[in-house]
């Protein structure tokens, strides 16, 4: 809108203790709202109310297979990271129903089908997270002409086109991010609407959309000082400086394609559990399955979409069997599917650097570990075939 007093790209500054108008110009504008809380002892993203609900004065302490809260700055909203969920649990369901319908006589009539797209504003979206949107959109097809309609995904463009997205900059990096690796935060780039970074006092809010601008009228803006958008920059400086993973991305793609045999995959094959774990929590894997279902009487017919692993013995069967039958194969495939064949796909890659696939892990498999043993085994490779073509 060319009328509006605060325009995109700016930066603005929303004090704590107008925090909780952002909810009630949210409920305003008919958005239900999707924010942090805790439960179970971890911070999820939920439907949210209230300023009441979310996490105050909470940390998490996150590494290989270990994830714990504990007690964090008093004043702090925003000190987690990630938990085991984020928007793609809104965005792709972990369980849809497609349609349901009853067998009339000689004929099938329908009675439902997916249920209405909500309307959601996302509170404490990550950069990572953002990234991650980002390449399920590509998946989906979102904005892209050039996708088949029967590779898009209609729910999802939906819900996507109604959402808003209110980022959150990573002030304090997790034990397991490596999102500085990728360029993925921890500082959001783009796709966002509003993006916060956390202050003792408040945050300075950056304005990314029209959407965002016309939401940031309702809100005690003010103009930011100096020493806010320093420290706030500082802030940002010293969280890529404290990742708590790194990974070396540029000829990664590369390596993994060179390194299809090498013996380092029978040693993460004997550690892992094949349980899935890494890609319920990864917010870019998106393979389903969809499973069809009646009643007793074979008079009710339901049509239901769920989540599926690669990771599952029976996800490549076919008439002769499963093709990847063991958990070398799978493994290897869903790690090299994440760093180098998505690139094939979607022209980008599949891991945004957020750790989940590390912290959830039972036996705590760290992918960036795994890539750096290949790096290393590449090394030693070449060297005896330098050895031996002297010879």
Known sequence: MTDQKIPVGSRQFLPRSAFEELFAALHKEGYSIVGPKVTDGAVRMQPIGSVAE??????????????????GEPE??????????????????AQLPLFEFHVQGG???????????????FLGVRPCELAAIDVQDRVFGRDDPGTFRCESEPWYLQIRQEALLIAVNCTRPGGTCFC?????????????????????????VAVGSKRGAALAENLSLRAPSGAELELATLKMELAREHMGR????????????????????????????????????????????????????????????FWESCFSHQFTYTIAGPERNTIRGRYRHWLRHKLCTW?????????VGCGRCITWCPVGIDLT?????????????KKRLGVSHGE
């Open 54 to 71: 979310m996490p105050q004065g909470i940390r998490d302490n996150q590494d290989g297979g270990f994830y714990r809260l504990e007690e």
């Open 76 to 93: 702090l909203w925003f000190e987690y990271v990630v938990g085991p969920n984020g928007p793609k649990e809104f965005f792709f369901p």
């Open 107 to 121: 004929r099938f009539d329908l009675d439902a089908g997916p249920p209405q797209v909500p309307k959601l504003a």
């Open 180 to 204: 500085a690796s990728w360029g993925t935060g921890p500082e959001a780039a783009g796709g966002y609407d509003l993006a916060l970074t956390e202050l003792k006092d408040g945050f300075v």
């Open 246 to 305: 790194q990974l070396e991305t540029p000829d990664l793609k590369q390596l993994l394609n060179e390194s299809i045999e090498f013996p380092e995959w029978d040693d993460v094959a004997r550690r892992c559990l094949s349980c899935g774990n890494c890609t319920m929590v990864c917010p870019t894997c998106f393979c389903c399955t969809v499973s069809d279902g009646s009643d007793l009487s074979g008079q009710e017919i339901t049509r239901t979409r």
């Open 343 to 351: 690139w094939d796909q979607f022209e980008c890659s599949g891991c």
């Open 369 to 381: 570990e795994e890539a750096q043993r290949l790096r290393e085994g590449s090394t030693k490779h």
